[in-house]
């Protein structure tokens, strides 16, 4: 039976991962070490901790002694490393929680592996690892930059972050890579483009706009909205993570990615016509709709909402253009592929958000409100 140690599954990725791997496998055990700050939420993952096979604690990737106790009680074989701040608008705002989280406490947790997972030296001096276990850093594309118009992330494209969130993933990268160069530490990395679908917090682009629709509010789209990302449904990054980390190469990065380029304002308007479309089709939902410019149907009035609640607002400082994975590696050496296309996968994500509004709300009754006033008020 493997252990698991998976941090950060009480936010959006790592929840989603925590739900595959329990759904997937009966014969492991999975600890969750989660710090619950304002992007983790215990509610998202009740039902999991509840398994017998899953334990929760909450702390911090930080907290060198809690790690300590962890290790030698449950002898972890994996380490899926999820947890850090990522989001770019508060990083911009406040870089250093960045760089002790990304950058100190994964360091911190490589320390406490390698404290717990070391046997002994090889003649040369290099450690000796315990068989069968990995260290896994959960990484982004962001690390490489922002491209042209044309042209693909690799694995071999330098590293070239912009924003402080993605420079403390490219230092915490390097210095997952120095383990593995300088003590051989079994450890791999994936970098996925942006991730959508269930339990995604309502302050990045998707369920924002979905909320901001329903509430009748402004749908700020930064700059022209022409920026561009490559999107990939959650659970296609999950199953990808779990073939690297079952039957990836140690020292090796893997790039995730769906070849599903949209601009941001293709993306504001793909959700406006898919409310629009599911109230059509649910009638149930148009309650929802806290807006008053609804038709003599109780539908959402939908040139209001284009014409009307559309906003082009100041842009992101040091806004990356365009982002885009080439996936050929983790494909032909490990078979992944993306499963679930773009046009299903955002009905899929809109239809989860119309019906589970009490899960948006329990996530956004504590200080999001302030947040979302300081970000967007004078913007
Ligand atoms: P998230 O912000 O939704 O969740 C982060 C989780 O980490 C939260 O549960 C939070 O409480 C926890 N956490 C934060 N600091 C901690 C600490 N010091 N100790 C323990 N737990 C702590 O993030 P997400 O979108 O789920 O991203 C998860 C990982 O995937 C991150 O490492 C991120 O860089 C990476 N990633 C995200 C995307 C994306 O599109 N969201 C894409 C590629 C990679
Ligand atoms: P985000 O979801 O924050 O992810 P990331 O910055 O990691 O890619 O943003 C996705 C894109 O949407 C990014 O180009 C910024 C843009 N954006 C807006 O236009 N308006 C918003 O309110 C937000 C949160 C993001």
New binding site residues.
């Given amino acids: 039976m493997k252990t698991y140690l998976v941090?950060?599954?009480?936010?959006?990725?790592?929840?989603?991962y925590l739900k595959y791997l329990l759904g997937k496998y009966d014969d492991i055990r999975v600890v969750v070490?989660?710090?619950?700050?304002?992007?983790?939420?215990l509610g998202?993952i009740a039902k999991d901790i509840d398994n017998e096979r899953c334990h929760f604690f909450k702390?911090?990737?930080?907290?060198s002694e809690l790690l300590d106790r962890l290790f030698g009680e449950y002898k972890f074989d994996y380490i899926v490393?999820?947890?850090?701040?990522?989001?770019v608008d508060r990083s911009i705002e406040d870089p250093q929680l960045f760089l002790?989280?990304?950058i100190l406490?994964t360091q911190n947790l490589l320390n406490a592996a390698r404290r717990a997972w070391v046997t002994g030296k090889d003649e040369a001096g290099y450690p000796m690892w315990r068989k069968g276990v990995r260290f896994h850093?959960?990484?982004?594309?962001?690390v490489y930059g922002s491209l042209g118009e044309d042209g693909f992330f690799t694995e071999a494209t330098p590293l070239c972050p912009h924003s402080p969130?993605s420079a403390s993933?490219a230092s915490?990268d390097m210095i997952v890579m120095a383990y593995f160069d300088t003590y051989k530490m079994p450890a791999t990395i994936?970098?996925?483009?942006?991730?959508?679908g269930p339990?995604?917090?309502p302050e990045?682009l998707i369920p924002l706009i979905i909320k901001n629709i329903l509430e009748g509010k402004k749908l700020p789209v930064y700059g022209d909205g022409s920026n561009v990302r490559d999107w990939?449904y959650?659970e296609d990054?999950c199953k990808a993570i779990d073939l690297v980390v079952t039957k990836g190469i140690n020292g090796e990065v893997y790039n995730?990615g769906g070849h599903n380029e949209k601009t941001n304002l293709e993306i504001v308007k793909t959700i406006i016509a898919h409310i629009h479309q599911s109230m059509i089709e649910h009638p149930e939902y148009r309650s929802l709709l806290k807006t008053k410019e609804k038709d003599a149907d109780g539908l959402p009035a939908i040139d209001w909402i284009n014409d009307g609640l559309i906003n082009f607002v100041k842009d992101r400082l040091g806004h990356d253009q365009r982002y885009a994975i080439d996936p050929t590696k983790i494909t032909e050496t490990l078979g992944w592929e993306p499963e679930t296309r773009f046009e299903e996968g955002i009905v899929t994500t809109i239809d989860w958000y119309l019906k589970h509004q009490d899960w948006v709300n329990q996530v956004t009754s504590g200080d999001y409100q302030s947040y979302y006033d300081k970000m967007y008020l004078k913007r």
Wanted: with cysteine; glycine share 12%; net charge negative.
């Fill in positions: 941090t950060g599954a009480a936010g959006f990725i790592g929840a989603n070490l989660d710090a619950l700050t304002y992007a983790g939420n998202t702390g911090n990737i930080g907290d490393n999820f947890a850090a701040e990522s989001h002790m989280t990304n406490g850093q959960v990484s982004t594309d962001e969130y993933k915490a994936t970098r996925c483009s942006n991730n959508y339990y995604h917090f990045k990939l959650v990054h995730v």
